[in-house]
């Protein structure tokens, strides 16, 4: 029942308030080990994290961000961002030359799609 609400949330694109946002953060980390990009470099972007979860068959792709609060990498605010399913290479091949950079490109233009995304 409760996948069945998601996916149907997933294809209404009505992720608008913050407490939905964290509950379907919380079911795509619970549902899949994703693979994670750390940036000690950069001055916004601590980490990124990528989530394939799979629904009723068909596959979705998540990127969750965790941008740092006060340049401590281990002190920071994590969005989720539904992404393509390539933005995961594209980030991987580019992150370590600059992840802000790189975030920018490849998943900050998905910003609109689940509506969890900050204002920047």
């Keep these: 029942m409760k ?3 998601l996916f149907l ?3 209404l694109s009505i992720f608008t308030n913050a407490q ?3 509950e379907l953060m919380e079911f795509v980390k619970n549902e899949n080990y994703g693979t994670t990009y750390r940036s000690y470099d950069s001055d916004a972007v601590s980490k990124v994290t990528f989530y394939d ?3 009723d068959y068909q596959s ?4 969750i961000v965790c941008f740092k609060r006060n340049n401590y990498s281990y002190n920071c605010s994590e969005y989720i961002y ?3 399913s390539n933005t995961k290479s594209y980030y991987s091949m580019n992150y370590r030359e600059s992840a802000g950079k790189a975030f920018w490109k490849y998943i900050q233009p998905y910003n609109e799609t689940l509506g ?3 204002e920047m």
């Design 116 to 118: 969890c995304a900050p």
């Design 20 to 22: 939905t946002c964290d």
């Design 3 to 5: 996948i069945a609400f």
């Design 53 to 55: 979860v799979s629904i």
């Design 60 to 63: 979705y792709y998540f990127a």
């Design 9 to 11: 949330l997933f294809q």
């Design 82 to 84: 539904q992404v393509a």
